[in-house]
């Protein structure tokens, strides 16, 4: 019993020790980490020129620089991302935040940490996302790929997906994920604080409601 109780008391401060990485990110860390990601998967050798491709044709990219999946104690997976929608004139629209969760979240250990990037190649696919909660695996009639070793960006699963994902670990290298049952939510909250004045998602993405200066970068970053 007391080994026992020794373990869930060692379990309980590793946890404790892994919850700030989630709570400190704040609106601006959010778009600077998405910029760092999408400089990695365009530096990946392991499907550089596989995500240069389907990034040509995306329609919008959604962008989780984080998504932490733990288990031990309670299992799930949490991150905070942006979405950006490619606009008629090839330029890329000011972020809007999102937040990805799935399974039961609460203090986990073994916490890790995924960067992951979907790229939205329908309109069908953006219009779920911006609608309301999108589930994967929960919206019929939205397929999704998780890019993974063997699948070239030519090939049939690729070509007629609505979304593709590419995901890499904190070290660069690409890993498995499982997204079925991961809701996609808008944090209305973020947009409030990050552009001085409330604006919905849609509107930021869709109607270029609202412009913040510090987002260039990631902008440039997407359309070069």
Request: cysteine-free; hydrophobic content about 45%.
């Amino acid at each position: 019993m007391g080994r026992r109780l020794s373990l869930m008391a060692f379990a309980l401060a590793v946890a404790l020790a892994a919850v700030p990485a989630l709570a400190q990110v704040d609106e601006q860390q959010a778009v600077n980490n998405a910029a760092n990601t999408v400089e990695r998967m365009k530096a990946n050798t392991s499907f550089q020129q596989d995500f240069q491709a389907q990034m040509q044709t995306a329609r919008a990219v959604l962008i989780v620089p984080n998504l932490y999946k733990g288990g031990f104690i309670l299992g799930g997976q949490y991150g905070n991302g942006v979405l950006l929608v490619r606009q008629a004139n090839g330029s890329w629209s000011y972020p809007a935040f999102y937040t990805l969760e799935g399974g039961s979240l609460g203090l986990q250990v073994g916490i890790e940490s995924t960067g992951i990037l979907f790229i939205i190649r329908s309109e069908k696919a953006l219009d779920a996302i911006l609608s309301s909660q999108f589930k994967f695996g929960a919206d019929v009639g939205i397929t999704v790929v998780v890019f993974g070793a063997g699948m070239g960006a030519a090939t049939t699963p690729n070509l007629t997906a609505d979304i593709v994902a590419f995901a890499v670990s904190g070290v660069g290298l690409y890993v498995g994920v499982s997204l079925e049952g991961t809701a996609v939510s808008p944090r209305e909250s973020w947009n409030a604080a990050y552009y001085g004045r409330d604006v919905s998602g849609r509107a930021v993405v869709l109607d270029n409601a609202a412009t913040n200066t510090r987002a260039d970068r990631l902008r440039d970053i997407l359309a070069h």
